[in-house]
């Protein structure tokens, strides 16, 4: 059987083009046996990373995290390593097959930031009945910010060639401050 992974929310806002796709992503008969193959194909080089929305917690309290740009990130593939590389740090990606991330808008974490996107919106943009089956994956690393270091986990979902979703989350600690952040991002070509 497999296992879930029910994570914060997914995707703020797919673009509104791609709720509206017709096409069918490449991914949805893809078994999972294949998604290596897959991966260092269509994964491998640059993307641009947005936040679409999220929530900060503090010992104040928790205040909406605003949608951003973050920039640039590429893929990295070093032997059967791969890496997630910005300016402020590298993150390890791992395949995961073994469960499956669902992606939850009701959860207290994002109540804060209103509608969030869920598996039926994935399963719209992705137009696959069975969003288990499109490829996923996990980023884990540190990043260095103005706050001091973060600890970084993002859990993804690729949609098709040009447009993955994820849900990041990210542990601040530094000396003026502590807490953490749980924000949707959205990666494009």
């Not at 806002?13 to 194909?41: H, R």
């Not at 989350?169 to 990666?187: E, R």
Request: net charge negative.
């Amino acid at each position: 059987m497999m296992k879930t992974i029910v994570c914060a929310a997914l995707v703020a806002a797919l673009p509104m083009t791609v709720s509206a796709q017709d096409t069918v992503s490449p991914y949805c008969d893809l078994l999972k046996s294949g998604w290596d193959i897959i991966l260092e194909q269509e994964l491998a080089g640059t993307w641009t990373a947005n936040h679409t929305g999220g929530t900060m917690f503090t010992g104040a309290g928790a205040m909406a995290f605003p949608a951003n740009e973050i920039g640039q990130v590429n893929f990295v593939f070093e032997g059967e390593d791969i890496f997630m590389t910005f300016p402020e740090g590298d993150l390890t990606v791992f395949v995961v097959d073994e469960v499956n991330f669902i992606f939850d808008p009701t959860s207290e974490e994002m109540a804060n930031i209103g509608a969030a996107t869920t598996d039926l919106d994935i399963e719209i943009a992705s137009n696959c009945a069975d969003t288990s089956v499109l490829p996923q994956l996990m980023a884990l690393g540190q990043m260095r910010g103005p706050q001091g270091s973060t600890d970084t986990q993002v859990y993804f979902k690729m949609i098709d060639r040009d447009l993955i979703a994820g849900v990041q989350h990210i542990d601040i600690t530094g000396p003026n401050f502590s807490g953490y952040i749980v924000a949707t991002v959205m990666l494009t070509r």
